[in-house]
């Protein structure tokens, strides 16, 4: 099983500022990443897949990027509503697998 | 608009079973591969089942296996999830998922239900 490893577990941001998320894999697993954006009471919604590539209606401030081990979820002004948890999963090996997590608080 | 609707979670004895529903609307259900996600309470994402399109392929986290049985009605658009002896350690938020469908062997999970709250406990 491909163990997906994030970091930091808690990020405190000022509204305005720059977040940046890190996600590892145990093993190589190509550009087939996916990062999920969770808000307190709601389900998870898809926000990047194939590791950069913006899902539908997602807003510019969100970047993904890296392959292989290392990924990275970049939020280039953080607005109220993207505090939240964000969790990175594997969809390149069964069985899927997705981080601990990152929750991303107010400072 | 496109719509998964999960039902049939509650509170059940260990050694219980539970059968969850998942209606999908908006989109062509017999063209996409699905999923189960589960989330226990205050802890991350696990992703536990995967159906492929026309049902005959299906796969299962360890934790589930043997349990659990995924299984797809495509006339009805829906997706059901099974289980079986129920543990304490199934408790959680079940998710029904879509599969974005444009990678072969699986993709990401564009679309989620709201979710259903299954609580096993005597």
């Known amino acids: 099983e491909i163990v997906m490893t994030q970091s930091p577990a808690t990020l405190s941001v000022s509204p305005g500022e720059r977040a940046t998320l890190s996600c590892r894999a145990s093993?190589?697993?190509?550009?087939?990443l996916a990062w999920y954006q969770q808000r307190p009471g709601q389900a998870p919604r898809l926000l990047i897949y194939g590791a950069s590539t913006r899902a539908t209606g997602i807003p510019a401030r969100f970047s993904g990027s890296g392959s292989g081990t290392e990924f990275t979820l970049t939020i280039s002004s953080l607005q109220s509503e993207d505090f939240a948890v964000y969790y990175c999963q594997q969809y390149n090996h069964w069985p899927r697998t997705f981080g601990q997590g990152t929750k991303v608080e107010i400072k | 608009e496109v719509q998964l609707v999960e039902s049939g979670g509650g509170l059940v004895q260990p050694g219980g079973s539970l059968r969850l529903s998942c209606a999908a609307s908006?989109?062509?259900?017999?063209?996409?591969?699905m999923n189960w996600v589960r989330q226990a309470p205050g802890l991350g994402l696990e992703w536990i089942s995967y159906?492929?399109?026309?049902?005959?392929?299906?796969f299962y986290a360890e934790s589930v296996k043997g349990r659990f049985t995924i299984s797809r009605d495509n006339a009805k658009n829906s997706l059901l999830l099974q289980m079986n002896s129920l543990r304490a350690e199934d408790t959680a938020v079940y998710y029904c998922?879509?599969?974005?469908?444009?990678?072969?062997?699986?993709?990401?999970?564009?679309?989620w239900g709201q979710g259903t709250r299954v609580a096993v406990s005597s």
């Open positions: 998922t879509r599969d974005r469908g444009e990678r072969f062997d699986g993709d990401a999970f564009d679309i």
């Open positions: 093993q190589t697993i190509s550009s087939n």
């Open positions: 908006g989109f062509t259900f017999s063209s996409y591969e």
């Open positions: 159906i492929g399109s026309t049902g005959a392929t299906t």
